[in-house]
């Protein structure tokens, strides 16, 4: 007959193992290999301030393959989707709900920028309204407060995953020249676990950055700070050291 003792730290770790119950969720068709869209900025940086429609045209090619399937001959599709958006509109920020909004109805309606900057233009008037007579808003929901809670985010995330649903998120930072920025970025997936009561928090979101110059997907760990959530790795893949980035708002757009 066998005995295996366990010291007091190793039972904490088993115990802690049977406790966390990992798992990740992914947008529908998508896994960390293949089916999510990254399209990236210019190389000579004439579209540096466009991440909104980027970040909005991940999101719709991926809808329109995935919802529409076949879609009618004069609808830009995948790599098409970004060249519509950047030909379309000025160089500067905006927003990637008001970017769907103008493929799927031709209505474009940003509201004033914090920053005070001037929003981006219509400079095309034959593209755009894609869709029209469908009701657009069904597709999308958010939470659009400043700083939307952890608890928010993990509930929006894990019901809109297991849905096959996709996100955005905008996210802020400071620079080392002491200034904030935002910056928005395509959501395809999260790690999550499960303690034993139930309770469930992200462990990681899987983004795809239109900064980046490649297409990639990145996996970034998060860690929760005064109930917010935020990137929780020393040196982002991008960015550098830039201390905390918090992940502020969220859309979900759904696929049926």
């Not at 990639?216 to 790795?233: N, Y």
Request: charged letters at 25%; one cysteine or more.
């Amino acid at each position: 007959m066998f005995r295996i003792l366990l010291s007091a730290g190793m039972a904490s770790l088993l115990v802690q193992t049977e406790l966390a119950q990992g798992e990740t969720l992914w947008a529908e068709g998508v896994n960390e290999q293949k089916g999510w869209y990254d399209f990236n900025k210019s190389p000579d940086r004439s579209d540096s301030e466009l991440c909104w429609a980027i970040t909005a045209a991940n999101l719709i090619a991926w809808w329109q393959e995935h919802r529409v399937g076949a879609v009618r001959p004069e609808i830009p599709q995948n790599q098409q989707v970004w060249q519509v958006f950047r030909a379309s509109f000025s160089n500067d920020g905006s927003d990637p709900d008001e970017a769907m909004n103008w493929w799927f109805s031709g209505g474009y309606e940003p509201r004033q920028s914090p920053s005070g900057l001037p929003n981006a233009v219509v400079i095309r008037r034959d593209a755009g309204a894609y869709y029209p007579g469908m009701d657009w808003k069904k597709l999308l929901y958010r939470d659009r407060s400043p700083l939307v809670s952890a608890e928010a985010f993990t509930r929006a995330f894990t019901e809109g995953f297991r849905r096959g649903d996709a996100f955005w998120v905008g996210v802020s930072f400071l620079k080392p020249d002491g200034k904030r920025y935002t910056h928005a970025v395509t959501v395809w997936g999260v790690d999550c676990e499960q303690d034993a009561a139930g309770k469930t928090r992200l462990t990681a979101l899987y983004m795809a950055d239109s900064d980046d110059g490649c297409r990639t997907l990145h996996r970034i760990p998060l860690r929760v700070k005064d109930g917010r959530l935020m990137f929780d790795c020393a040196r982002h893949p991008i960015y550098g050291r830039i201390g905390d980035i918090t992940v502020n708002n969220y859309t979900g757009l759904r696929l049926r």
